[in-house]
């Protein structure tokens, strides 16, 4: 394992491996029943975050902002937030309104709170018709998307939590930002055992749904409000995490506030998460696994022998958010790959240790905590792996030096379906064999001076 990563000699980003932390916040508040993202800060920052989840999910999404203007940035920006609260609640009707402080409102040091307060103090009228606000405080310059995201899961649950909730026989599943058939797939699998489960948040329909007849302005689906209030009263609450601090994590806020039994595990991307996974859903059910799961794993165990030989031994390099980067480097490493690197955007506390727990022998392997893709380029040529692994942003750096890429995590632009890549369980594993190995074949092929047809 390497040391600490040396001190590049500039103080400007190239071609960041993370985005900015409010826009994890706007995609976990679109995961609850009828929410809406409020950005606290600039026009600018609203439409790109917009334009840039829109690009992988292909959903439209919607961002309200308090769209500050040189007299905000100056003097504050308290009357723009509660005219924008004010419109938004005209205009939408949400029932919550996820507010997210942005670079500008922070810096400027705009107290959210004490606004939140006065507008609450100030409504008249039916209280049943006014929104839940919730706020998280999300300046990316102390943090990443994943931060935004994490903090803003926390700060609703901390919101809705009812503090006289009785016990129930719910699980409560807090998954992290994984794509919307992951989502999709943690339901199936909690339905399996037999349990009640919930997961927040879920943006499976709402940035993922069927097509409509008549327009939504607000898109159907999300973790039922009715289901947060009960939160606190859940026989488990499951975070799903290999690196992220219990400070930014839900799981940990109800078992410091309601005494809610709580686990933390890995995501299942690979054989032996998987395994885990569901063991824990046996020991919550007291059910045997499904027959249908262990056929899955038998099938992926046999394509894995089938495969070893196109993979065993391959150099590959894996960039992304911490978490993913740590659970595709343990997937790579079940599958017996050659990892030369492992790096992530977002400066993450204990990411370096997280590796070498991952990794029987560590020596050989680069590991860049907080870095930019200017970086993890110079670390590439150095290491010379022949397969690159992650998000869409790492394109220009696999054409340049003209390496096969494996798309996998977020965010992921210049493919269809980015948004349903399936990650998790044996299913997920499957397909990410199966998609690793021929990447590998079409790169042999599309190089050969020969033209092979069988390989």
Same mark, same amino acid.
């Given at each position: 394992?390497?040391?600490?990563?040396?001190? !590049?000699?500039?103080?400007?980003? =190239?071609?960041?491996?993370?985005?900015?932390?409010?826009?994890?916040?706007?995609?976990?508040?679109?995961?609850?029943?009828?929410?809406?993202?409020?950005?606290? $800060?600039?026009?600018?920052?609203?439409?790109?975050?917009?334009?840039?989840?829109?690009?992988?999910?292909?959903? !439209?999404?919607?961002?309200?902002?308090?769209?500050?203007?040189?007299?905000?940035?100056?003097?504050?920006?308290?009357?723009?937030?509660?005219?924008?609260?004010?419109?938004?609640?005209?205009?939408?009707?949400?029932?919550?309104?996820?507010?997210?402080?942005? =670079?500008? @409102?922070?810096?400027?040091?705009?107290?959210? !709170?004490?606004?939140?307060?006065?507008?609450?103090?100030?409504?008249?009228?039916?209280?049943?018709?006014?929104?839940?606000?919730?706020?998280?405080?999300? !300046?990316?310059?102390?943090?990443?998307?994943?931060?935004?995201?994490?903090?803003?899961?926390?700060?609703?649950?901390?919101?809705?939590?009812?503090?006289?909730?009785?016990?129930?026989?719910?699980?409560?599943?807090?998954?992290?930002?994984?794509?919307?058939?992951?989502?999709?797939?943690?339901?199936?699998?909690?339905?399996?055992?037999?349990?009640?489960?919930?997961?927040?948040?879920?943006?499976?329909?709402?940035?993922?749904?069927?097509?409509?007849?008549?327009?939504?302005?607000?898109?159907? $689906?999300?973790?039922?409000?009715?289901?947060?209030?009960?939160?606190?009263?859940?026989?488990?609450?499951?975070?799903?995490?290999?690196?992220?601090?219990?400070?930014?994590?839900?799981?940990?806020?109800?078992?410091?506030?309601?005494?809610?039994?709580?686990?933390?595990?890995?995501?299942?991307?690979?054989?032996?998460?998987?395994?885990?996974?569901?063991?824990?859903?046996?020991?919550?059910?007291?059910?045997?696994?499904?027959?249908?799961? @262990?056929?899955?794993?038998?099938?992926?165990?046999?394509?894995?022998?089938?495969?070893?030989?196109?993979?065993?031994?391959?150099?590959?390099?894996?960039?992304?958010?911490?978490?993913?980067?740590?659970?595709?480097?343990?997937?790579? @490493?079940?599958?017996?790959?050659?990892?030369?690197?492992?790096?992530?955007? $977002?400066?993450?506390? $204990?990411?370096?240790?997280?590796?070498?727990?991952?990794?029987?022998?560590?020596?050989?392997?680069?590991?860049?905590?907080?870095?930019?893709?200017?970086?993890?380029?110079?670390?590439?040529?150095?290491?010379?792996?022949?397969?690159?692994?992650?998000?869409?942003?790492?394109?220009?750096?696999?054409?340049?030096?003209?390496?096969?890429?494996?798309?996998?995590?977020?965010?992921?632009?210049?493919?269809?379906?980015?948004?349903?890549?399936?990650?998790?369980?044996?299913?997920?594993?499957?397909?990410?064999?199966?998609?690793?190995?021929?990447?590998?074949?079409?790169?042999?092929?599309?190089?050969?001076?020969?033209?092979?047809?069988?390989?």
């Amino acid at each position: 394992m390497t040391g600490p990563n040396p001190k !590049p000699n500039y103080a400007s980003s =190239c071609n960041a491996c993370r985005q900015c932390t409010p826009l994890g916040a706007c995609l976990a508040f679109k995961g609850f029943e009828g929410a809406v993202p409020f950005l606290h $800060g600039s026009q600018g920052c609203a439409t790109y975050i917009r334009r840039y989840l829109i690009s992988h999910f292909r959903e !439209p999404i919607d961002i309200a902002s308090s769209s500050f203007s040189e007299d905000s940035a100056i003097f504050g920006g308290e009357r723009n937030f509660r005219t924008g609260i004010g419109n938004l609640t005209k205009q939408y009707h949400p029932k919550v309104i996820g507010i997210a402080t942005t =670079c500008l @409102s922070e810096t400027i040091g705009d107290d959210v !709170p004490a606004f939140l307060k006065r507008i609450q103090k100030d409504v008249s009228g039916d209280l049943e018709d006014q929104p839940r606000l919730v706020h998280v405080s999300t !300046p990316s310059y102390t943090g990443s998307h994943i931060d935004g995201f994490h903090d803003a899961v926390r700060a609703t649950v901390a919101t809705f939590a009812r503090s006289d909730c009785p016990a129930t026989n719910r699980v409560v599943l807090f998954p992290g930002m994984i794509s919307t058939e992951d989502l999709r797939s943690l339901k199936h699998d909690v339905k399996a055992f037999g349990l009640h489960g919930i997961l927040a948040p879920d943006y499976s329909e709402t940035m993922d749904g069927p097509a409509w007849e008549d327009y939504h302005r607000i898109a159907p $689906g999300g973790t039922p409000l009715t289901e947060l209030e009960l939160l606190p009263g859940a026989r488990a609450a499951i975070d799903f995490t290999h690196v992220v601090e219990d400070k930014h994590l839900a799981g940990a806020w109800l078992r410091d506030n309601a005494n809610t039994p709580r686990h933390i595990l890995p995501a299942p991307i690979g054989v032996t998460a998987t395994d885990r996974w569901l063991d824990l859903l046996s020991s919550l059910s007291g059910q045997e696994v499904p027959e249908a799961y @262990s056929d899955a794993r038998g099938r992926l165990i046999d394509a894995l022998v089938d495969g070893h030989k196109y993979l065993s031994r391959v150099p590959v390099a894996v960039y992304g958010e911490a978490d993913h980067a740590l659970g595709m480097t343990a997937y790579l @490493s079940e599958l017996g790959m050659d990892i030369r690197l492992v790096a992530t955007g $977002g400066r993450t506390p $204990g990411f370096e240790d997280a590796v070498g727990r991952i990794l029987p022998e560590t020596e050989h392997v680069r590991i860049l905590n907080g870095v930019d893709f200017r970086d993890i380029e110079a670390a590439v040529e150095a290491c010379k792996p022949t397969l690159l692994v992650g998000n869409s942003k790492g394109y220009t750096l696999s054409r340049r030096l003209e390496l096969p890429m494996v798309r996998t995590g977020f965010p992921i632009h210049d493919r269809f379906g980015g948004q349903r890549f399936l990650h998790l369980g044996y299913a997920g594993a499957q397909r990410l064999l199966d998609t690793l190995v021929n990447t590998l074949l079409t790169h042999k092929q599309d190089t050969s001076t020969t033209g092979w047809t069988y390989l």
